[in-house]
């Protein structure tokens, strides 16, 4: 399969949407692992990593402090921590627990407000051993999230998810490959793990345009755990990386589906 040629855009290569996509073979891989490397696609772009390969150029060092900084990864074993953490829902997993909470209180049905959900967090916290700090900080990020409307109202009311699989997923190849590059995996674990991220992601969703949106909205929900303020630039970055994936000819969430041609069976709803 060739590779398509880039489709001139207005945008400029500085823009998310003008940077080319690095292809490094003209011969494609087979279809399970160009697959699994495209459900991190959405950071080949800002890194400008090749979307056909595994490898990676950049230096070791500069990539093990990076992963250090951002990931708190510095062993063979953090890195495998790191890499089951995504697979199991390292932000969505929380996600599910309050958005379900965040959107009663929208829709203002009675009985359900802020503050009687942070009560109840509290006490499910209290009760489980964990901290309620934590579980109303999340509740409250997504509250100001949604009520700050910094996302469009389709994207922030009827058509708000339940949860965020697609922004844990999509940061699973990346740290595969970081990780990789840095010594702290082999290549023999490293595809099982991509292909672990691909299986996941097919579960959750039918096409890559439903994944965009989980990514859209679990990197500003990402964002406004730390800075609300920031959490509206975070989704338009991102928003910016998944349409370039969507709508360019030479991008590989173009040249393969995420679901092979056949009709797409999805496990979970």
């Known amino acids: 399969m060739p590779i398509p040629p880039i489709t001139p855009f207005p945008s400029g290569e500085k823009s998310s949407l003008g940077r080319p996509f690095i ?4 011969a494609p891989l087979p279809e399970r692992p160009q697959a699994a490397l495209n459900v991190g696609a959405h950071m080949w772009i800002p890194n400008q990593y090749a979307c056909d390969t595994i490898a990676l150029d950049d230096d070791p060092e500069v990539l093990r402090t990076r992963i250090r900084e951002w990931w708190g990864i510095t062993d ?3 890195a495998r921590k790191t890499v089951g953490l995504l697979l199991d829902g390292m932000h969505s997993s929380t996600f599910e627990v309050i958005a379900p909470l965040v959107a009663e209180a929208i829709s203002r049905t009675p009985g359900h407000d802020p503050e009687v959900h942070r009560e109840f967090l509290a006490a499910r916290a209290a009760a489980r051993g964990e901290s309620p700090g934590y579980w109303i900080g999340h509740y409250n990020a997504l509250y100001n999230l949604r009520t700050a409307k910094l996302l469009r109202n389709t994207v922030s009311d009827r058509h708000f998810p339940t949860h965020v699989r697609a922004w844990d ?3 699973l190849p990346f740290v595969v490959r970081t990780c990789l590059r840095s010594g702290y995996l082999e290549v023999d674990e490293c595809w099982p793990m991509l292909f672990a991220g691909l299986d996941s992601a097919r579960s959750y969703y039918a096409n890559w345009r439903q ?13 406004a755990l730390t800075d609300i303020g920031k959490a509206g630039d975070a989704a338009q970055a991102a ?3 998944v349409n370039a994936l969507l709508v360019r000819s030479d991008s590989p969430w173009r040249r393969m589906p995420l679901w092979p041609e056949e009709e797409p069976q999805r496990r979970v709803p």
Do not use: E, T
């Not at 292809?23 to 003209?26: A, T």
């Not at 994944?211 to 964002?223: C, L, P």
């Open 239 to 241: 928003g910016n990386w």
């Open 211 to 223: 994944f965009a949106h989980g990514v859209v909205i679990g990197r500003a929900y990402w964002s």
């Open 76 to 78: 063979d074993v953090s």
């Open 23 to 26: 292809w490094q073979s003209d």
């Open 169 to 171: 997923l999509g940061r």
